[in-house]
């Protein structure tokens, strides 16, 4: 009986031919490209004040960030997701060109751009002074400058004369899309932030750095023309030795007859006790300037400290604040104790 091969002879030559052609694909993109994956978790304990319900204090945010890098057509072309914490369903991820003496052009979903990557530069051991207070949840913080936002803008980044420039703008609302994706309703905005060090100037441990932006509001109403948001900002930390002091001032004028408007002063200082342990206090005043009613400021106060050992850091900070969201005579605090790892 003779036996039939001819099927069996070309499957295994299929097989050949595919195994080589993954190969070479592998090849190819193990050389085109790099692949990096980096991690953290952090440990939480949270404690509000008496008149807000803690429930179970503890809690834990998981970071898993990948990064990939190589080049493409010419250029150096880069890409990086994070998933900042699975559990609340927080990610971001941007894709950028290094177009080389032209600078990095960049789109931006989540990552920091433009205005808003100085929108807090006073020095902390951990977190911000305003971590944890409630506020209007428009921003995250009142007072916090950045017009055009972090999702879904076009980023372009420059040094030139030691002056970096980091711009940012958006059409329409600044949301997250998937591909195929439209944001729907919502105004255009813009900004931009320059920083330099204080080389240029002859200060060693100088760092200062300003920005501006715009965002499209529409009409207030009908008798009411269309305005804009304007965000300002500017701030300056020195550092000598183990010290550091910064001060801030930002602005946020609402477009609109109505619209309230915010002012933002600023200051902290940190100090490194050693290689391991730093402490650092700030304060900040917000304030709220109602055209229909008093201006009312809101005054906030922090601390925190830091010890690193390795890849292991334990932190906590407490926070205070006054007149609250612009509300006379309300209080809020948050205390919070960190442990992370890195890996």
Do not use: C
């Not at 006054?322 to 309300?330: E, V």
């Amino acid at each position: 009986m003779k036996t039939i091969t001819k099927g069996k002879n070309m499957n295994n030559i299929k097989k050949i031919g595919l195994t080589a052609l993954a190969g070479s694909l592998v090849a190819i993109s193990a050389h085109a490209a790099e692949m990096t994956v980096s991690g953290a978790t952090v440990l939480t304990y949270t404690g509000k004040d008496t008149s807000e319900v803690t429930g179970n204090p503890l809690g834990m945010k998981t970071n898993l960030s990948f990064k990939a890098s190589g080049e493409v057509n010419g250029y150096n072309v880069s890409y990086m997701q994070t998933s900042k914490d699975q559990f609340a369903g927080m990610s971001s991820a941007r894709l950028s060109v290094d177009l080389g003496d032209m600078g990095t052009l960049a789109y931006d979903q989540g990552s920091g751009s433009g205005l808003a990557t100085i929108d807090d530069k006073t020095p902390t051991a951990a977190e911000e002074i305003w971590d944890g207070i409630d506020t209007d949840g428009s921003s995250g913080a009142n007072g916090l400058v950045g017009a055009a936002g972090n999702s879904g803008v076009v980023n372009y980044i420059k040094t030139f004369a030691g002056v970096t420039f980091n711009g940012a703008a958006r059409k329409g609302s600044g949301t997250k899309n998937k591909d195929g994706a439209v944001s729907g309703a919502g105004q255009g905005a813009w900004d931009f932030a320059l920083t330099t060090d204080g080389s240029m100037l002859g200060v060693d441990g100088l760092a200062i750095g300003a920005g501006y932006g715009e965002k499209a509001t529409g009409s207030q109403s009908s008798t009411v023309p269309e305005g804009d948001d304007v965000h300002m900002t500017a701030f300056a930390n020195y550092s000598m030795g183990p010290a550091t002091f910064g001060v801030q001032a930002s602005d946020i004028a609402k477009g609109g007859a109505a619209a309230v408007s915010q002012d933002v002063m600023a200051w902290g200082l940190a100090f490194n006790v050693n290689e391991n342990l730093s402490i650092s206090y700030g304060e900040r005043d917000v304030n709220f300037q109602n055209p229909a009613a008093n201006d009312v400021e809101e005054n906030g106060e922090g601390i925190a400290i830091a010890y690193t050992m390795g890849s292991m850091k334990i932190a906590g900070n407490r926070n205070e604040v006054t007149n609250n969201d612009g509300t006379a005579n309300s209080k809020d605090q948050n205390t919070e104790i960190a442990v992370s790892f890195a890996f």
